[in-house]
């Protein structure tokens, strides 16, 4: 994809406004590059450069309020990002696509190809909108290429109503027209792509109008039955299905760190090779203590992972006060494939949660590879999915359970299943409300179904990108003040055994000893950056002396600075002045 040798490299430009001084299409002009079917293919190929990476992905929950790192990012320090540290208002690919677009009808292709090619182009059409849309709220819209004399150049942003509506008609189109013939290497863009995304898409949108009613746009409903029903066409083909087979301790985690995509669940990857020397950094990532942002789960988010009996683990008696060994036993088994615990081990060696990576205890493991090989390079050679059937499933599930038309038969085609592929014995649908939920993270609702589908797709799709926008959807940015908390330590100066392989691994200390135990990590816990909730034990907690706020204005990004001086007529959004 990224990797792809391009056809028009001269059509590649360089942003919008001041970035469209472009060499003329002297070299390659519409006659001889819109011919044949394959130029079509060819030049459609320049499109995946919109999809994200391998790296995009596995960064891509960095600002959120499930995982700890290294510092707290700038975005939610007051004061600590402006308009000067804004990125993102970058539009070379749109013109690449509207190009395509304005010439690809003269193509001597039948009328089915010529739909194929232009319902790609849309596709990718939407695609670069919805990203810019949920970063900026309101932008330009434009479907021609623009030139430097074109009036529209310099114009204002377009309603967020406006361009999502045109949004959802490229959506319409790429579903409609795009092949539906499934793609087995999950590389490339179908049918069953397009209906999976166009579902992402109008959950995203039909959710935020609701919940943000303040802001009064319409439709919500109109965009949440087009989700249900996007994705009810997705599972209702039969061409996917949830990767259950094998070892249920390991049909989750396999789905994140093989090569060859799973194309029964699978719908979409961003396919790394080793012989094509195509990678990913995830086990540099989420393994070195001094590359990445060393991130970790937090307790309270992890506390949210049902025990295997199906009841809730915060139902226990003091269960804040449980010993790291003994709480993630009997656990939702995606848990023991998203972090270290138990008996993990690499390459025939223990491997208890790593301290001079983690400051949590929960240390991340769902994309990183047991072999050590990778830990120190950037180069894993897993794919990464961008999108897979489960989600498509909880899309389905949220759409209609905020429509107030979920019932027992959908909680069982969607809910249900991803809970039986987690070894959760009961899984049938709730009828009491969880207060933990309630209490921790959304105090807001009430509804039983609706708080179980959004505990199930923080687990399902922990750590894959969908969180910080989760929150912005849900009016929920408030999470991202929340302790970054870990596990709970008895006393001080005390000997861990996370794993109970007899070996301790860690102790919590004020001052390191002057004699220390082989394979003892001594955590230093200052008062500072790190204090135990309660002096001399509790939950590790962290950076706490940081303070993060979240301010309603936080909701959008703001427009670059440079930008807003190159075209006024932008105008900033609300309060980043």
Known sequence: MKNSIYLLLVLVMVGCKKELDLKPFDKLSPDNAFKTESDLQLYANSFYNILPSGNDIIRGDVMSDYLAGKDANAYIRPGAYTATQANGWDWKELRNINYFLEHYGQANVTTEARNHYAGLARFFRAMFYFEKVKRFGDVPWYNKTMTISDPDLYKGR?????????????????????????????????????LAFKSRVCLFEGTFRKYRSALNLPNADVWLKAAASAAA??????????????????????????????????????VCNKSWRVFNDANWFFTSATYGNRLSLVKTFTDTYLNRDGSRFTDKADFDKIPFQEEVKNRDLRLQQTIRMGKYNREGQAAPPD??????????????LDAKATDGVGENNNSIPIIRYAEVLLNEAEAKAVLNDFSPEDWNQTIKLLRNRAGIQQA????????FL???????VSDAVLLEIRRERGIELALEGFRFYDLIRWDAGKLLE??????????????????EDGKPDVSFVKKTPATKVPGVYYFLIDDDQTRLSEGTKGNLIWLSNIERKWETYKYVYPIPYNEIVLNPALKQNKDWQ
């Open 438 to 444: 309630m209490k921790k993270y959304f105090p807001g």
């Open 428 to 435: 049938d649908m709730p009828v009491t409300a969880d207060p």
């Open 482 to 499: 929340n302790v970054y908390d870990g596990l709970y330590v008895a006393a001080m100066d005390v000997l861990m055994d996370l794993n």
């Open 355 to 368: 301290f001079t990576y983690s400051y949590t205890g929960y240390q991340p493991l769902k994309y990183t």
């Open 158 to 194: 377009d309603p967020r109503v406006n361009v999502m509506d045109s949004v959802l008609a490229d959506l319409d189109f790429a579903c409609a027209n795009i092949r539906a013939k499934k793609d087995n290497s999950c590389s490339q863009i179908t049918k069953w792509v397009a």
């Open 233 to 270: 066409e997705v599972r209702k083909s039969g061409q996917y299905k949830l990767n259950a087979s094998g070892d249920p301790a390991m049909n989750y985690r396999n789905l994140f760190i093989n090569e060859t995509p799973n194309a029964d669940e699978v719908i979409l990857a961003y």
